[in-house]
């Protein structure tokens, strides 16, 4: 068996390190609740006012105000 070091890194060494640090990342994410929910209504969040100014500036179906 051969020796594998920090030093020498292989592709084995790199994804064991990427499963360690994702598993590490999820229990995280899961153990704070409030940063899922937070993860899930945040690009509800920013599309939101774009929609809403694109409504504003628009009348009759035609974008009337970012045309100029």
């Given at each position: ?37 937070s993860n899930v209504f ?24 970012f045309a100029q």
């Open positions: 068996m051969e020796l594998t070091t920090l030093s020498q890194p292989n592709f084995s060494t790199q994804l064991r390190a990427l499963f360690v640090i994702a598993r590490k990342d999820w229990k995280v994410f899961w153990r704070y609740p409030l940063n899922a929910v945040q690009p509800i969040i920013w599309i939101t006012p774009v929609y809403f100014m694109g409504k504003a500036f628009s009348t009759n179906g035609q974008a009337l105000g």
